[in-house]
């Protein structure tokens, strides 16, 4: 199966940014973000353990709410966007098995290069919004 860790660098390239214009979208449908920025009420006179549990299970909730969001919530959307990662389109999603895209997604996830240029891709997202904010 054809993933962004074994295609060509034009192929690579239109597909990528057909994923992050999905992942945009799929971001604010899940709120991903927001759920993760979460934080525990914690009473000002609680102990470091204390903290550090209600931190913990804080982690924990979000973690579950992000995987209820994203596999729950927006089924469609998520597999859409595992789809892109295999160069599947949306309507094609049918013909194929879960397996097929997992073992792609492990292919990509352990691709240094493919992980290092998303990763560049986020930070200069990053930049763009506090220079946008500043401005």
Sequence with gaps: MK?????NPKEFLVQTN?????VERWLSLTKVLEIRKRMPAIDENATPDERRKAVSEQIKKNANDVLSAVMEEHPDETAELLGLLCFVDPEDLENHKMTEFLGAFTEIVESPEVIGFFTSLMQLGE?????????
């Excluded at 993933?3 to 295609?7: D, F, I, K, R, V």
Aim: a positive charge; charged letters at 20%.
């Design 3 to 7: 993933t962004l860790a074994n295609c």
């Design 18 to 22: 057909k994923i992050r214009r999905h």
């Design 127 to 135: 930049m763009n919004t506090s220079a946008s904010a500043k401005g």
